[in-house]
């Protein structure tokens, strides 16, 4: 009876850790609700700067100082951070980006208690001004289709 308990909680325990690991490959997406939410604070060089320093406080040490993920705590981390300079990540609404910098997703912390809510639009400012810059030279030169 013995090896038959143990045989099930082997079982139980590998069908659990499949679990986790599915639900953490799975796509972090806000709802609606939270996407539609505008970013109350004005874009403009001060809450843009305040953003900064929050950021270089509270996720420059993950997210690198260009965002694009390489900071110096990443290496350490079970999953890379992401790179915040990607099309997929600055395509989201102001309202889904402050979601998850609310509620967070391993091993990203949530930050609902660590900042203030004004703090977290104002990450958000920031964050967008790291988007790369197109050239409008090149822009410009390349032929219409």
Request: charged share 20%; net charge positive.
């Amino acid at each position: 009876m013995n090896a038959r308990r143990a045989a099930l909680a082997a079982s139980l325990w590998m069908v659990g850790i499949a679990t986790l690991a599915w639900a953490a490959d799975e796509p972090w997406v806000a709802s609606a609700r939270n996407a539609r939410k505008a970013n109350p604070v004005a874009t403009d060089p001060k809450a843009i700067a305040a953003g900064k320093e929050l950021y270089a406080d509270q996720c420059l040490s993950c997210h690198g100082a260009n965002g694009t993920g390489n900071g110096p705590a990443a290496k350490d981390l079970e999953r890379a951070p992401t790179d915040l300079t990607r099309a997929s990540v600055l395509d989201q609404t102001d309202g889904a980006l402050f979601w998850k910098i609310t509620t967070g997703k391993k091993p990203m912390p949530a930050f609902e208690t660590m900042a203030t809510e004004t703090e977290r639009w104002q990450i958000i400012l920031y964050m967008r001004s790291l988007a790369p810059k197109t050239s409008t030279s090149q822009a410009a030169s390349k032929p219409a289709k």
